[in-house]
């Protein structure tokens, strides 16, 4: 299996994880390419889809959302689109993914307070077609997302 990205293209993703706001005619001096070899590979990087997006990081906390959850969703045979919709409607949900083994939907949920995420989750119960839910609220964070490692581990040229 080749790598989506050579070691050029990681060296930018890390200029960019450390400087986002950074313009490509910089991003070119702190690389040492020429402009357009870094504007060409940010390019690419996009079109490929590896690259997607550069919308700020925000703290959720700082948002007044200090409740982080996960909500496990068995779903009825045949209404996971409908759930799916409803779920889009809900801002506070921030992330579903269909899952195996126990549990149809895996969501990534937030909320104010305790009591803001009782809230959250009945509004999930109000659509058809969803069995049962388990939330289970985080405590603490030990590893926030993340991605650079995956990008240092791509292989030098």
Do not use: W
């Not at 070119?28 to 357009?36: I, S, T």
């Not at 060409?40 to 997607?52: E, I, M, N, P, S």
């Amino acid at each position: 299996m080749t790598s989506a990205i050579d070691a050029l293209d990681a060296r930018l993703i890390r200029a960019l994880a450390e400087a986002p706001r950074t313009v490509v005619l910089e991003l070119a001096r702190r690389l040492r390419v020429a402009r357009g070899t870094a504007q060409a590979r940010l390019d690419k990087l996009q079109q490929r889809g590896v690259v997607t997006g550069f919308g700020p990081d925000l703290d959720l906390p700082a948002l007044g959302y200090g409740v982080l959850a996960f909500t496990s969703i068995e779903i009825a045979q045949g209404r996971l689109h409908d759930v799916v919709e409803h779920l889009r409607a809900i801002p506070e949900v921030l992330e579903a993914h269909a899952t195996t083994g126990t549990g149809d939907l895996h969501c990534r949920v937030v909320a104010r307070t305790n009591s803001h995420l009782q809230d959250v989750v009945n509004r999930i119960l109000e659509v058809q077609g969803i069995d049962r839910t388990t939330t289970v609220i985080a405590l603490s964070e030990q590893i926030p997302y993340r991605v650079l490692p995956l990008v240092e581990s791509a292989p030098d040229d």
